[in-house]
């Protein structure tokens, strides 16, 4: 599940990034759209003639959602809706292998999701540790002083940090033609790629 307590921190694009790295690898995806803007639907959409493509499953305030999930379904991507807290997302979590949680490489932003965070922790699987929680710090400029306080600030939390993605437009273009940057090999595409791997190393450990 990809989760956040506040809208515009890149959680689509991130949600629709991982279920297309998955089905690029071959497993039958489903991306389960709890967010009422329908961002990730559409995303899906679009992808819906490539050989690549992922299923969108619309589970907005659905309580049985996961009977929704057709069988043969090998990989599940939540997308969640912005401005939920733990509580509202228990019906996710109780299924979830992982939970990550983007977070903007600003003080305001990341005083912001504490909140959120402090919500998840007295979730039953997420206090227990049953339930892995990952920050990923997006749309950073490493190079600024900006994103290495923030990189900082946030290697003092209880939650590990486990990427941090570059700041790009390519993200943005991305998302509205239905494509991920994981269907391009070009020299500055694979820079970019390389920002996932500590994501997708955690997630298949977890």
Known sequence: ????????????????HLAAHSALA???????????????SR???????????????????????????PDGT????IDAPAGAYGED??????????????VLPSALDI??????????????????RALPVGLVLNRTKPWTQTSQQARQMLGQWPYEVVAQLRD??????????GRSLFDYHSAQVREHQQDWEPLLKWLNKV
């Open 26 to 40: 071959g497993h039958a995806t489903v991306i389960a759209d709890a967010d009422p803007q329908g961002s990730s």
């Open 89 to 102: 997302l228990e019906r996710f979590t109780d299924i979830a292998d992982a939970v990550v949680v983007p």
């Open 1 to 16: 599940m990809v989760a956040g307590s506040k809208g515009g921190v890149g959680k689509t694009t991130i949600a629709t």
């Open 168 to 177: 790009s437009q390519s993200y943005v273009v991305m998302v509205g033609l």
């Open 43 to 69: 995303w899906a959409e679009r992808r819906a003639m490539l050989d690549s493509a992922v299923l969108p499953v619309d589970v907005h305030r659905k309580k049985n959602w996961e009977k929704l999930i």
């Open 111 to 128: 005083e912001a999701i504490v909140g959120f965070l402090n919500s998840l922790s007295k979730l039953k699987r997420v206090h227990s």
């Open 74 to 77: 090998e990989q599940v991507i």
